[in-house]
């Protein structure tokens, strides 16, 4: 059972940056795709970006093209999410998933994912 911890959520003002970071408990990490979904109030949990076990693909929700980076340090078990240029719209709760090893990966979808941080909160002002 792989256990992920989000940190680095907060408050911040439109056009500023954050940077979220999760760190997986398992040394298998290395094995598994990795992704970010956000939820809001009110409204479905929906991607916002992933990427493969070894980095060499990344995958972007079209919000989050441009703004949002993602990259992983297989070394320490964690995977980042850089984010500028916030806008009140990205205001959600971020959680990170872990995606073991499957014959049909897209990256894209929930249900690929098989282990899920708690989430932390991200606020953006206007």
């Known amino acids: 059972q792989v256990q992920l911890v989000e940190s680095g959520g907060g408050l911040v003002q439109a056009g500023g940056s954050l940077r979220l970071s999760c760190a997986a408990s398992?040394?298998?990490?290395?094995?598994?795709?990795m992704g970010w979904f956000r939820q809001a109030p009110g409204k479905r949990r929906e991607f916002v970006t992933s990427?493969?076990?070894?980095?060499?693909?990344?995958f972007y929700a079209d919000f989050a093209k441009g703004r949002f980076t993602i990259s992983r340090d297989n070394a320490k078990n964690t995977v980042d999410l850089q984010m500028n240029d916030l806008m009140p719209e990205d205001t959600a709760v971020y959680y990170c998933?872990?995606?073991?090893?499957?014959?049909?990966?897209?990256?894209?979808?929930?249900?690929?994912?098989?282990?899920w941080g708690q989430g932390t909160q991200v606020t953006v002002s206007s």
């Open positions: 998933a872990a995606s073991r090893p499957r014959t049909y990966y897209s990256g894209t979808h929930d249900f690929e994912f098989d282990y």
């Open positions: 398992e040394g298998s990490f290395s094995t598994y795709g």
């Open positions: 990427i493969t076990w070894n980095g060499g693909s990344t």
